[in-house]
């Protein structure tokens, strides 16, 4: 167990909708990112968060965005979803130095249909 | 550029055999960490094990090894006397100073599947 949770485990989205996508990182990790993992492949930076400031990005569009609370809690919003979105969303918390690791929650995965 | 290489795409073992799986990668910064982890069928991403670009010192950690030589920027792992429950996705990871320290940048994995 990492101490890390997300919710939803399924989501199921239609084209066009908004999504919320929401992790609890382990205490005292200040460092929250997330990631998007579609079907067979490796996963894919969107990006991090340090006490509460986005602190580096992926290639991924504006209508990716995240929020980070004090208490250890984050969200990753996506708009106007499409269908290149299904994927599972995964979320990773570290103390926040480069050498740390990056402990993952169980994933959302999201359906666009 | 970062780049994680994992060649093996799938690699099927009889239980009790050793497997070895590949990770070459790429990185213009002298300092990087390279990661292992493992994801079985429930989707989690577990760590495994994590070297810093300054430590070549190979290691045995119960049934898991690694080999990590920068000389070639391979970061190999070997499972020995594999057991069913090592099926599973493995990812080999790498975070440098590219874009922002934090910032995994994975390979697409390699399946394991261990029968019995």
């Known amino acids: 167990e990492t101490g890390v949770t997300q919710s939803p485990t399924h989501l199921i989205k239609t084209r066009g909708q908004q999504v919320t996508l929401r992790c609890s990182s382990q205490s005292g990790h200040n460092t929250v990112s997330w990631y998007q993992q579609a079907l067979g492949q490796g996963p894919q930076f969107i990006f991090q968060?340090?006490?509460?400031?986005?602190?580096g990005r992926g290639n991924f569009p504006p209508r990716f965005s995240g929020l980070q609370f004090p208490n250890y809690s984050s969200e990753l919003n996506v708009n106007a979803l499409e269908l290149d979105d299904s994927a599972l969303y995964l979320c990773?918390?570290?103390?926040?130095?480069?050498?740390?690791?990056?402990?993952f929650g169980p994933g959302t995965r999201l359906t666009v249909l | 550029a970062q780049k994680v290489t994992q060649a093996q795409t799938e690699i099927s073992v009889v239980e009790k055999e050793d497997v070895t799986l590949d990770c070459v990668y790429e990185?213009?910064?002298?300092?990087?960490?390279l990661f292992w982890y493992k994801q079985p069928p429930s989707g989690e991403l577990v760590f495994l094990i994590r070297?810093?670009?300054?430590?070549?010192q190979n290691e045995i950690s119960g049934r898991y090894s690694w080999n990590f030589q920068k000389s070639t920027s391979s970061f190999n792992f070997t499972i020995t006397a594999s057991q069913v429950v090592d099926s599973a996705v493995y990812f080999c990871?790498?975070?440098?100073?590219?874009?922002?320290?934090?910032?995994?940048?994975f390979g697409a994995g390699t399946q394991v599947v261990v029968t019995p």
């Open positions: 990871a790498l975070s440098d100073a590219t874009d922002s320290w934090g910032k995994l940048q």
């Open positions: 070297r810093n670009s300054f430590d070549e």
């Open positions: 990773a918390s570290s103390l926040g130095d480069a050498e740390d690791t990056q402990y």
């Open positions: 990185t213009r910064d002298t300092t990087y960490y």
């Open positions: 968060y340090y006490r509460e400031e986005e602190n």
